[in-house]
Nanobody
Framework: QVQLVESGGGLVQAGGSLRLSCATS????????MDWYRQAPGKQRELVAS???????DFADSVKGRFSISWGNAKNTVYLRMNSLEPEDTAVYYC???????????????WGQGTQVTVSS
């Protein structure tokens, strides 16, 4: 059983910074990539940032230059550093793991419960 737990959300003023964490737990799988998504009220969930097991990253145009994504030392935690936050960044942020079952080789996906980020103007 794979579990993802996000933390680090909160209320911040425009121009401020936050760092979100997503910790994975469980055994029997290999992490191929992890992603951060966000969903604002009344909007569809959108991909914000991705990082592969090899460290390749990708970002939505709206956050390029402001957000960064990185692995923790044990590569079972991923961080999303958010700088120069704008009110438009207000959303629930979710992490998502793209996994492979270590025994069957089957692709798997797991989601965290989400963490609220609110940016005040």
């Amino acid at each position: 059983q794979v579990q993802l737990v996000e933390s680090g959300g909160g209320l911040v003023q425009a121009g401020g910074s936050l760092r979100l964490s997503c910790a994975t737990s469980g055994t029997g799988f290999r992490i191929n990539a992890m992603d951060w998504y966000r969903q604002a009220p009344g909007k569809q969930r959108e991909l914000v940032a991705s990082i592969t097991s090899g460290g390749s990253t990708d970002f939505a145009d709206s956050v390029k230059g402001r957000f960064s994504i990185s692995w923790g030392n044990a590569k079972n935690t991923v961080y999303l550093r958010m700088n120069s936050l704008e009110p438009e960044d207000t959303a629930v942020y979710y992490c998502d793991a793209d996994l492979t079952d270590a025994i069957s080789g089957q692709a798997m996906e797991a989601w965290g419960q989400g963490t609220q980020v609110t940016v005040s103007s």
